[in-house]
T-cell receptor, first 114, second 114 residues
Framework: KNQVEQSPQSLIILEGKNCTLQ??????????LRWYKQDTGRGPVSLTI?????NTKSNGRYTATLDADTKQSSLHITASQLSDSASYIC?????????????FGKGTKLSVKP | DGGITQSPKYLFRKEGQNVTLSCEQN?????MYWYRQDPGQGLRLIYY???????QKGDIAEGYSVSREKKESFPLTVTSAQKNPTAFYLC?????????????FGSGTRLTVV
């Protein structure tokens, strides 16, 4: 069964600290993996898109990694800010499937405290 | 400014009523999607459309209906047959080719049954 598991479910950190969010997937065939940031009551906004051959991709203070062998991805946030408080969603797209074949994780809710 | 516009932001429905959620995009994207988001769950696909006048059911289509008469518009009707419609509804669109679909989400509509 195609699944995307994220951990932790929620996380609280102090402003200025770093954190890492995890995503494990059992999706096949794999096309690409995306991380989205979703503010409360808003739509998800894309942070990174990684294909099979990419190991690392950065977007400002956000760095995503992908290990296609172990089917794991992580999102590292450096020097966290209060505005980083949001849910972070890992999404894996099935290769060659219809355009409805996105598998969503349940998200990690990050709270950054002053 | 290109993007996806969902309206209204908040919607209240009485028991037995049908309501329609609007989704408009000016990105010239071919494909459009409707997702439902419940607390603690990943996004679930309701319907998607790859071209005008064509659409397919997603994982949870029962109690919902859609139309795609124009490329820019993909309205979702929540019918009285949907027994648990209270949720956050997200519309998305994509370019529709290759591995980087260029997914873009709207800001969402929160539907509450009163």
């Amino acid at each position: 069964k195609n699944q995307v598991e994220q951990s932790p479910q929620s996380l609280i950190i102090l402003e200025g600290k770093n954190c890492t969010l995890q995503c494990n997937y059992t999706v096949s065939p794999f096309s690409n993996l995306r991380w989205y940031k979703q503010d409360t009551g808003r739509g998800p906004v894309s942070l990174t898109i990684m294909t099979f051959s990419e190991n690392t991709k950065s977007n400002g203070r956000y760095t995503a990694t992908l290990d296609a062998d172990t089917k794991q991805s992580s999102l590292h946030i450096t020097a966290s800010q209060l505005s980083d408080s949001a849910s972070y969603i890992c999404v894996v797209i099935i290769y060659g499937g219809s355009q409805g074949n996105l598998i969503f994780g349940k998200g990690t809710k990050l709270s950054v405290k002053p | 400014d290109g993007g996806i516009t969902q309206s209204p932001k908040y919607l209240f429905r009485k028991e037995g009523q049908n309501v329609t959620l609007s989704c408009e995009q000016n990105l010239n994207h071919d494909a459009m999607y409707w997702y439902r988001q419940d607390p603690g769950q990943g996004l679930r696909l309701i319907y998607y459309s790859q071209i005008v006048n064509d659409f397919q059911k997603g994982d949870i289509a029962e109690g919902y209906s859609v139309s795609r008469e124009k490329k820019e518009s993909f309205p979702l009707t929540v019918t009285s047959a949907q027994k648990n419609p209270t949720a956050f509804y997200l519309c998305a669109s994509s370019i529709g080719s290759g591995t980087n679909y260029g997914y873009t989400f709207g800001s969402g509509t929160r539907l509450t049954v009163v």
